[in-house]
C-alpha cells in the first residue's frame, strides 16, 4: 500500500513493485487503483503491526525467509481488519481529514491496545528483555 509520497513512488520503486505484483494490486501513483495520498493514518501496517514484526525479527536469529514466514501467525489478520476498520472511521468521523493528530493525542491508549493485541498472540513466555522497545 503505497500513499503518493516521492519516497514511495520513485521508479526503482515502482519497478520492484511490478516485478512481484500485478499493476491491478498496486495502490500508488501512476498505477490503477487510487489511494489518498499522503494517507499514512490508513495505511493497516502503521497501525500496530510494525511493532510486532519488530519483535518477531529481533527475538532470535532468523536462518532464511522460510523460518520468518512461519514467525508471522496469519491469525493476526483479523485484528489488523479491525484495527483498520476503527481507523476508516475514525477518518470518516473527521470528514475525511488527516487524523494523526487525533492518534496522537491517544498514544497511550493506541500504545495499550497494541500491546494487548499483540501480547495475545504470544505463547507464554516467550517476552525477551528488549520487548518494551517494539512499542515504548
Sequence with gaps: MQ??????IANLVNELLTMHFVN?????????????????????W????????KHVV???????LAELKT????DTLPSVVEH???QFELVA????QLIEHILKKTRDS???????LFLRFLAPGQLKNGFHRCFF
Design 84 to 86: 483498520a476498520k476503527s
Design 24 to 44: 491491478d494490486r498496486i495502490n500508488s501513483r501512476h498505477f490503477p487503483t487510487n489511494w489518498t495520498p499522503r494517507s499514512p493514518d490508513l495505511d493497516p
Design 71 to 74: 514467525r508471522i501467525s496469519t
Design 58 to 64: 529481533l527475538s532470535g536469529p532468523i536462518a532464511n
Design 46 to 53: 502503521d497501525f500496530w503491526r510494525w511493532g510486532y514484526l
Design 110 to 116: 493506541y500504545k495499550a491496545i497494541s500491546l494487548l
Design 93 to 96: 468521523e473527521n470528514s475525511g
Design 3 to 8: 500513499d503518493g509520497a516521492p519516497p514511495h
